[in-house]
């Protein structure tokens, strides 16, 4: 079991930046992939952007894309998401997720483990 705790979330105006951090303990040695995940009430949760955890692929969601960087620390076992010219359409509960299991990295069905989630309220 891999067991994640997210911070950073709050309450930003448009056009601002925020920093989502997760740390991971557990069974870190096994980690394949983390990522983030948001959502609203209402509807499905997005998958965000994700990292393979050995090396630096990356995957982004189009909306996201030149707004946002997933990185990670292996030393830490943390994974963060710089969060640039938020939007109220950001606006969200925000998951981290990881995977043990091999599987592309941008297949929502592929991440095990969820944190609780960090919210996330842009204003316009």
């Known amino acids: 079991q891999v067991h994640l705790v997210e911070s950073g979330g709050g309450l930003v105006q448009a056009g601002d930046s925020l920093r989502l951090s997760c740390v991971a303990s557990?069974?870190?040695?096994?980690?394949?992939?983390m990522a983030w995940f948001r959502q609203t009430p209402g509807k499905e949760r997005e998958l965000v952007s994700a990292i393979k955890w050995s090396v630096a692929n990356t995957f982004y969601t189009n909306s996201v894309k030149g707004r946002f960087i997933i990185s990670k620390d292996n030393a830490k076992n943390m994974v963060y998401l710089q969060m640039n010219s938020l939007k109220p359409e950001d606006t969200a509960l925000y998951y981290c997720?990881?995977?043990?299991?091999?599987?592309?990295?941008?297949?929502?069905?592929?991440?095990?483990?969820w944190g609780q989630g960090t919210q996330v309220t842009v204003s316009s």
């Open positions: 557990g069974w870190v040695d096994s980690l394949y992939a």
């Open positions: 997720a990881a995977a043990n299991r091999i599987a592309p990295v941008a297949s929502t069905t592929a991440y095990e483990h």
